[in-house]
C-alpha cells in the first residue's frame, strides 16, 4: 500500500471513528445535558450573580472596603457553591468524565495499534 492509499484509509477510518462517536450513547447523553445546563435560566441567572459579587469584591478591595468585600466574596462562594450543587450541574460534570473516559480509552486503543504497526514496520525493515 502507498503513502496515499494509506492516507486515505487512515481519513476513512478517522471520519468512521468520528461518525461513532457522534452516535456513542455516553456521547449523546454528555450533549444533550450540556444542552439542557446552556438553556437553563435559573442557572444562567446565578452565573450572573456570582460574576456581579466577584466584581463587586473587586470592586470594594479597590476602595478600601475591607467588610463589604469580605461579604461580596462570601455571597459569591454561597452562589457558586449553590451552581455546583444544582443537580443538572453534578449530572452534566458525571456524563463529562463518562465522555473524556471514553475518548481517553480511544485515544490510548489507537495509540496502542499505531505503534505496533510502526514496530511491525521497522521490524520488516530491519529484516530488508
Not at 496515499?4 to 478517522?14: F, G, M, P
Not at 455516553?26 to 466577584?54: F, G, P, S
Not at 443537580?87 to 460534570?93: D, G, M, N, T
Not at 486503543?109 to 529484516?127: P, T
Amino acid at each position: 500500500m502507498d503513502s496515499l492509499e494509506q492516507e486515505a484509509a487512515v481519513k476513512t477510518a478517522l471520519d468512521r471513528l468520528s461518525e461513532l462517536l457522534e452516535h456513542n450513547e455516553v456521547i449523546q447523553k454528555y450533549k444533550a445535558l450540556k444542552q439542557r445546563v446552556e438553556q437553563n435560566k435559573h442557572l444562567d441567572e446565578l452565573i450572573e450573580k456570582i460574576k456581579q459579587a466577584q466584581k463587586d469584591a473587586v470592586q470594594f478591595a479597590h476602595y478600601g472596603k475591607p467588610e463589604a468585600e469580605r461579604e461580596a466574596i462570601k455571597e459569591a462562594d454561597r452562589l457558586t457553591e449553590e451552581f455546583n450543587q444544582h443537580p443538572l450541574v453534578l449530572a452534566y460534570r458525571t456524563q463529562l468524565v463518562e465522555a473524556n473516559d471514553l475518548v481517553h480509552h480511544l485515544t490510548d486503543l489507537i495509540q496502542r495499534k499505531v505503534n505496533e504497526g510502526l514496530e511491525g514496520e521497522s521490524v520488516h525493515a530491519s529484516k530488508d
